[in-house]
């Protein structure tokens, strides 16, 4: 489980960073940074982990705590589709964090990032492989991104029906793959990504 001890070994205002979207064949990629300026209460430490590791509900309760309970203050960014193309997913998840990053009410003095790339930012950081395991922090923007970006794909899954983005993300599921077949690209779809070419033959 998750825990507060990086915090506070980093000291001072310290940011969590994690993205969501990486591997979806469609969808931005979105990533938030979480600060607990005055620590994490219990009740709402209880309820965070990996995202990955929550079912869609423990995801959104813990996401209403984390909005309801001013305890956390939040920045969100994303990076479109049209910027994953030019840059390719990891410069574009890069920028994501730290568009999240700069929409925090206040610059932190240090994020702990996860993963093993870090962004560019005014402040000192550091990378954590796994850090959503690890980080209260980095759990919280695991959360926040993921369930962003979920309701997002939610919101696109109405205009562009067929896809099943509202159970899958984005993400290759059999259903999606053959949804790509018979209707072809989207405009939200990362035609750049070799596995969109090879469903439809462009490669």
């Given at each position: 489980?998750?825990d507060?001890r990086?915090?506070?070994t980093?000291?001072?205002?310290?940011?969590g960073?994690?993205?969501?979207?990486?591997?979806?064949?469609?969808?931005?990629?979105?990533?938030?940074?979480?600060?607990?300026?005055?620590?994490?209460?219990?009740?709402?430490?209880?309820?965070?982990?990996?995202?990955?590791?929550?079912?869609?509900?423990?995801?959104?309760?813990?996401?209403?705590?984390?909005?309801?309970?001013g305890?956390?203050?939040?920045?969100?960014?994303?990076?479109?589709?049209?910027e994953?193309?030019?840059?390719?997913?990891?410069?574009?998840a890069?920028?994501?964090?730290r568009?999240?990053?700069?929409?925090?009410?206040?610059?932190?003095?240090?994020?702990?990032?996860?993963?093993?790339k870090?962004?560019?930012?005014?402040?000192?950081?550091?990378?954590?492989?796994?850090?959503d395991?690890?980080?209260?922090?980095?759990?919280?923007?695991?959360?926040?991104?993921?369930?962003?970006?979920?309701?997002?794909?939610?919101?696109?899954?109405?205009?562009y029906?067929?896809?099943?983005?509202?159970?899958?993300?984005?993400?290759g599921?059999?259903?999606?793959?053959?949804?790509?077949?018979?209707?072809?690209v989207?405009?939200?779809?990362?035609?750049?990504?070799?596995?969109?070419?090879?469903?439809?033959g462009?490669?």
């Amino acid at each position: 489980m998750p825990d507060f001890r990086l915090e506070m070994t980093a000291g001072g205002r310290v940011a969590g960073v994690d993205e969501a979207g990486r591997g979806p064949l469609a969808g931005p990629v979105v990533a938030a940074a979480v600060v607990f300026p005055h620590g994490v209460p219990v009740a709402l430490a209880g309820l965070l982990d990996d995202s990955k590791k929550l079912s869609a509900g423990q995801r959104e309760a813990a996401f209403a705590a984390l909005m309801a309970g001013g305890v956390a203050e939040i920045g969100v960014g994303a990076a479109s589709v049209g910027e994953i193309f030019r840059l390719n997913i990891l410069q574009a998840a890069l920028l994501a964090m730290r568009r999240a990053v700069g929409r925090l009410p206040g610059l932190p003095d240090f994020a702990l990032i996860d993963g093993n790339k870090a962004p560019l930012l005014v402040c000192p950081t550091r990378c954590v492989i796994g850090g959503d395991g690890v980080s209260l922090s980095i759990a919280a923007a695991s959360i926040v991104a993921k369930v962003i970006r979920d309701r997002g794909m939610a919101r696109l899954a109405a205009r562009y029906p067929g896809y099943g983005w509202v159970e899958n993300a984005g993400y290759g599921t059999t259903g999606h793959r053959a949804a790509l077949l018979r209707l072809g690209v989207s405009p939200h779809h990362r035609a750049g990504f070799g596995t969109v070419r090879r469903l439809l033959g462009a490669d």
